[in-house]
T-cell receptor, first 115, second 115 residues
Framework: AAGVIQSPRHLIKEKRETATLKCYPIPRHDTVYWYQQGPGQDPQFLISFYEKMQSDKGSIPDRFSAQQFSDYHSELNMSSLELGDSALYFC??????????????FGPGTRLTVL | AQSVAQPEDQVNVAEGNPLTVKCTYSVSGNPYLFWYVQYPNRGLQFLLKYITGDNLVKGSYGFEAEFNKSQTSFHLKKPSALVSDSALYFCAVRAWMDSSYKLIFGSGTRLLVRP
């Protein structure tokens, strides 16, 4: 079965650079979620999109933005990167429209390292 | 406040012995509970969930969890641990917060199964 795809899997950036993380949800899933997991921490919710509209916002810094495109893939854009942005970024998808989106399916994550 | 607690940072068990990873929750309304496993540098893998019905839920890789409403617990169990079960385990609850449902994670428990 198809799973959530994230790219790239690893990314190394310098401070103050920008980064773009991509997420391809499970086919027919209508909702995408982004999470940030710092070293030794639990995943923290950043933002979510339902049917290409932002549906919820968590602890996402103003330097970050995200969107969901017409093909339902999502991109997380991160600017003015800081050392503290180094983390594992997860994308998850769910089907809210017909099943209530109870279960979220997670991608493998993108490990961002800011030097 | 809606929350999930995993009281043990680490659980050590010998291979072949039963294991238990503890989780307690605090949410209003009926909880939707999940267990995920994370191997080093990997994404979150779904193990099992409780939505409604039988309090004993069976999941992937021989794991099971027991929902106890009176104790607000959802402990993860396995009758016979394998060395390959060594990983980081997260309990999560779907809770209504800030006008939407969110997935709230516990702090994680590292399971170490020794040969």
């Amino acid at each position: 079965a198809a799973g959530v795809i994230q790219s790239p899997r690893h990314l190394i950036k310098e401070k103050r650079e920008t980064a773009t993380l991509k997420c391809y949800p499970i086919p027919r899933h209508d909702t995408v979620y982004w999470y940030q997991q710092g070293p030794g921490q639990d995943p923290q919710f950043l933002i979510s999109f339902y049917e290409k509209m932002q549906s919820d916002k968590g602890s996402i810094p103003d330097r970050f933005s995200a969107q969901q495109f017409s093909d339902y893939h999502s991109e997380l854009n991160m600017s003015s990167l800081e050392l503290g942005d180094s983390a594992l970024y997860f994308c998850a998808s769910s089907l809210v429209g017909t099943s209530g989106g109870i279960e979220q399916f997670f991608g493998p994550g993108t490990r961002l390292t800011v030097l | 406040a809606q929350s999930v607690a995993q009281p043990e940072d680490q659980v050590n068990v010998a291979e072949g012995n039963p294991l238990t990873v503890k989780c307690t929750y605090s949410v209003s309304g009926n909880p939707y509970l999940f267990w995920y496993v994370q191997y080093p540098n990997r994404g979150l893998q779904f193990l099992l969930k409780y939505i409604t019905g039988d309090n004993l839920v069976k999941g992937s890789y021989g794991f099971e969890a027991e929902f106890n409403k009176s104790q607000t617990s959802f402990h993860l169990k396995k009758p016979s641990a394998l060395v390959s079960d060594s990983a980081l385990y997260f309990c999560a609850v779907r809770a209504w917060m800030d006008s939407s449902y969110k997935l709230i994670f516990g702090s994680g428990t590292r399971l170490l199964v020794r040969p």
